[in-house]
Structures are given as structure tokens and as C-alpha cells.
């Protein structure tokens, strides 16, 4: 029940911080994480994020609000792409190379709900990987304004 609780506190919490983060706000968090070199640390490095990307494909094929979204694509090709843009934003040394958000989703009728279960899924393969609540809530701080790219139904 208390996870359930916190899930639906962190999901209300990205909504909102999505609906008030300026694009400016949005810079000053990813630059606070990227001043903060134990983050990545706290994610396992490198090889944290390929082990928790693997853990969040499983969880999204086997989530039936996401499973349609993925289950058609190069898996691998998209696991990597995550773990770059997550490395990049951690300050991990890596440069994300992929495809800019809005584009690659316009024509995919995201709905919140899909989001929702996107998030859920990231958060039960950062919990399964033990990656500290506070890290956690850093990276869905900057990642949390992405949704007006995403949902698009």
C-alpha cells in the first residue's frame, strides 16, 4: 500500500512539475544534476543504466499500456538510445544522439495513461536496481517536462 502511495505521489508530483517547469527551470535542473557527480555514481554508472534500461524494456513489453508502443521496435537500438540520453543527463560522459522527443512521438497517440505506466515501469527498474530514492527523484525532476513532447492524444 505504501508503495502504491509514493507511486501515485511521484506520478501527481511529474504532472505538476511537467504543468510548472519553465524550459529555464528545466536548465538549471539538468545543470544541478550534472554538478553533482555522486548522481551517476548512485545510478551504478555506465553499467548501472544498461542493466536498469534492460530491466525497464521488460517491465514496458509486459505493461499493457506500453507493450503496443514497443513491442514492433528494435529493442535493443531503443535501450541504448535510453541509456545515453540518461548517461548525458547525469553527466555520465555520454552524448545522447537520438531522435528529439516531439518528432519522434507526434504521431504515436500517446495518452497519459500510456506516460503513467512509462514512468511506473522506470520506477520499479530503478527500485529493482536500488538506485536511492533522491537520485531517483532528480532525474524525474528533469525528466518530468518531457510529457508535453510525449502525450500528444
Known sequence: MLRK????????????????ISV??????????????EIFQAFGGKTGLV???NDFMVG????????PFFKD????????????QICE?????CVYKGAKMKPMHAEMG?????????????????????VPFR?????????APMHRDIITK
Request: hydrophobic share 45%; charged share 25%; with cysteine.
Open 5 to 20: 502511495l509514493n507511486f501515485i505521489l511521484v506520478a501527481c508530483g511529474i504532472a505538476l512539475a511537467g504543468a510548472m
Open 24 to 37: 529555464e527551470a528545466m536548465a538549471q535542473e539538468k545543470t544541478k544534476i550534472q554538478n553533482d557527480p
Open 51 to 53: 542493466n536498469i534500461m
Open 60 to 67: 514496458l513489453l509486459a505493461d499493457k499500456r506500453t507493450a
Open 73 to 84: 521496435t528494435d529493442n535493443d537500438r531503443v535501450k541504448e538510445q535510453l541509456v545515453d
Open 89 to 93: 543527463i547525469l553527466n555520465g560522459g
Open 110 to 130: 500517446i495518452n497519459r495513461e500510456h506516460f503513467n505506466g512509462l514512468v511506473e515501469q522506470l520506477q520499479l527498474a530503478m527500485d529493482k536496481n536500488k
Open 135 to 143: 537520485a531517483q527523484n532528480k532525474l524525474l525532476a528533469v525528466l
